[in-house]
C-alpha cells in the first residue's frame, strides 16, 4: 500500500452520512422516478444522502424531479421547496417517514457537460459527498432493485480496511429492443484482469470516499483530456493497490441506451470511444511498470472491441483492418460471428418485409 491510501482521517471520523449517493441525469424525464425508487426502498441502519444532479436538461426531467420532491421529501410547512442558486436551484430535504435518508437535488440552469466545466458540480455538492465516508453511483437512467444493496455493501467495507470497492451483478436492459440481454459483472476485478475487460458495472458500486479524494489528487498531474470512460480510469487505479470485492448478487438494472457516450449510434463516436479506453488502459500500464504482455492483451482487446462495432455498423472492411492486428484464432472468431450476424440480420428482415 502506497503512502496516503491507508485508512484516512475521514475513514475513523464520525461522518455525518455514511454514504452519499451520486446519480447524474440529462433528459431522462422517463426513466428519472424509476432510480429514485431505487433510492427510497433502500433499508439501512445508518444515514444515507442522495445527491441527483440534473444538468440542464430540456426534456422536462427538472418539474418531474420538482414533482417528485414535493411529493415524497419532507419539506417543511411554509418554506419554499426550490432554493435559487448561482448554478440553478437546489432542493434539500428528508425522505419522508425515513429520517436515514436524505436527498439533495440540483438542477442545473445550463448543461455543465456540454461547456466542459462538469467538474464544477463536484463543488456543488461538496458539502453532502465530502461529509460520507462511502461513496456509490446510479446513473439516472439505471436503478436499483436490492432493498439491501447499500446494507450489505457497507458491512463488507466495514468488515475489511483492504476492501476498496465492492460491486455486483446489474442486468442489462436494451432500451431499443425492449428486453433484457444479459447480465453485466463478474468478479475478474484484479487489476490486471480490469486492464484488459472492465467487469464492473459502476451503478453496483460502493467505495472509500477516501480512495476517491486520493485519486483525484493524483489525477492533477495528469493529461486526462482524452479520456471518455467515466470510472472506469478510477476503478483502475483503485485496484492496483485495493481488494475488490464482488457481490454474486443481482442488485440493479443497467440500461443500454442509443446514444449514449458507451452506445452511441455513430460508429466513428463508437471509435472513439474504443481508442480513449485503449489511451487509459496504456496509461495505467506503464504507470504501473506493467510489461510487454499486458500491452498486447490490451491492444487484442481494444482492437477486438473496435472490429466488432464495425461489424454491427456494417462497415466489414474497416473491422477487417482491425482483425488483422489480433492472433489468427480471434480472427477466425470474428469472422465466422460477422457472418452469423448478418445471416441472422438478413433472414429477419425477409420474414418481417414478407410475413404479414
Not at 444515514?47 to 417543511?76: Q, R, T
Request: glycine residues 6%; negative net charge; aromatic residues 14%.
Amino acid at each position: 500500500m502506497v503512502k496516503g491510501l491507508g485508512c484516512s482521517t475521514l475513514d475513523n471520523a464520525a461522518c455525518y452520512n455514511m454514504v452519499a449517493t451520486r446519480c447524474f441525469t440529462y433528459n431522462q424525464a422517463t426513466l428519472i422516478t424509476d432510480a429514485l425508487h431505487g433510492f427510497i426502498i433502500q433499508k439501512t441502519d445508518f444515514p444515507v444522502v442522495y445527491i441527483v444532479i440534473d444538468d440542464g436538461s430540456i426534456d422536462g426531467e427538472p418539474d418531474v424531479l420538482k414533482k417528485w420532491a414535493a411529493e415524497n421529501l419532507d419539506v417543511e410547512e411554509g418554506t419554499q421547496l426550490c432554493k435559487t442558486m448561482h448554478y440553478g436551484q437546489l432542493i434539500t430535504a428528508k425522505l419522508r417517514g425515513n429520517s436515514l435518508a436524505s436527498f439533495v437535488i440540483v438542477l442545473l440552469a445550463d448543461n455543465h457537460y456540454q461547456a466542459g466545466i462538469y467538474y464544477k458540480v463536484h463543488e456543488y455538492i461538496a458539502e453532502w459527498e465530502g461529509n460520507a465516508k462511502y461513496l456509490a453511483v446510479c446513473d439516472g437512467d439505471d436503478y436499483w432493485t436490492d432493498p439491501q444493496k447499500l446494507q450489505k455493501q457497507v458491512d463488507i467495507l466495514e468488515s475489511d480496511d483492504s476492501i476498496g470497492l465492492v460491486h455486483a451483478k446489474a442486468k442489462v436492459f436494451d432500451q431499443n429492443k425492449n428486453r433484457y440481454t444479459r447480465i453485466y459483472g463478474n468478479d475478474k476485478d484484479e487489476f490486471r484482469q480490469i486492464i484488459i475487460s472492465n467487469p464492473i458495472c459502476h451503478s453496483t458500486t460502493c467505495y472509500r470516499n477516501s480512495l476517491r479524494s486520493a485519486y483525484e489528487n493524483e489525477k492533477k498531474n495528469w493529461d486526462t483530456s482524452n479520456w471518455k470512460m467515466g470510472d472506469a480510469p478510477m476503478w483502475l487505479w483503485m485496484s492496483y493497490y485495493f481488494t475488490f470485492h464482488f457481490m454474486d448478487e443481482e442488485v440493479a438494472v443497467y440500461r443500454e441506451i442509443k446514444g449514449s457516450i458507451a452506445h452511441s449510434v455513430s460508429i466513428d463516436d463508437r471509435l472513439a470511444f474504443h481508442n480513449s479506453s485503449l489511451e487509459v488502459c496504456l496509461f495505467f500500464a506503464d504507470l504501473f511498470h506493467q510489461g510487454i504482455e499486458i500491452k498486447k492483451q490490451i491492444y487484442n482487446s481494444a482492437y477486438k472491441n473496435c472490429a466488432l462495432s464495425c461489424i454491427y455498423s456494417g462497415r466489414i472492411m474497416d473491422a477487417n483492418k482491425f482483425l488483422k492486428e489480433v492472433p489468427f484464432m480471434y480472427r477466425c472468431y470474428f469472422i465466422l460471428f460477422a457472418l452469423g450476424y448478418y445471416l441472422k440480420k438478413n433472414i429477419s428482415n425477409y420474414l418481417r418485409l414478407n410475413c404479414i
